[in-house]
Nanobody, 124 residues
Framework: QVQLVESGGGLVQAGGSLRLSCAASGRTFSRYTMGWFRQPPGKEREFVGFIRWISGSTYYTDSVKGRFTISRDNAKNTVYLQMNSLKPEDTALYYC?????????????????WGQGTQVTVSS
């Protein structure tokens, strides 16, 4: 059974940093694409970035480029989202997702498995 468990969320002041983790289990993820999405209060879930596990290549939405970094630890089967220079508009419930046959990794429907989410709140 595939499980994705996010952790690392919390309350931080604007300009601060947080590192989210997504621990993956239940299968080998080396050929998966791992995505990060977020859902701000009262809004729809939106794409943040992804990493191709096998290559380590990454891609980010424009609003987080230069501030957020996705990485993975093969030994721990864990994906990270390092968030720096946080802004109040980054406040959201953050989700990680895993997809096996991802064509457009920026879309929710491309992913097969989802975590439960971790809350990030950035105060001004």
């Amino acid at each position: 059974q595939v499980q994705l468990v996010e952790s690392g969320g919390g309350l931080v002041q604007a300009g601060g940093s947080l590192r989210l983790s997504c621990a993956a289990s239940g299968r080998t993820f080396s050929r998966y694409t791992m995505g990060w999405f977020r859902q701000p209060p009262g809004k729809e879930r939106e794409f943040v970035g992804f990493i191709r596990w096998i290559s380590g290549s990454t891609y980010y939405t424009d609003s987080v480029k230069g501030r957020f970094t996705i990485s993975r630890d093969n030994a721990k089967n864990t994906v990270y989202l390092q968030m720096n220079s946080l802004k109040p508009e980054d406040t959201a419930l953050y989700y990680c997702a895993a997809g096996a046959s991802v064509v457009d990794a920026t879309t929710l429907r491309s992913y097969d498995y989802w975590g439960q989410g971790t809350q990030v709140t950035v105060s001004s």
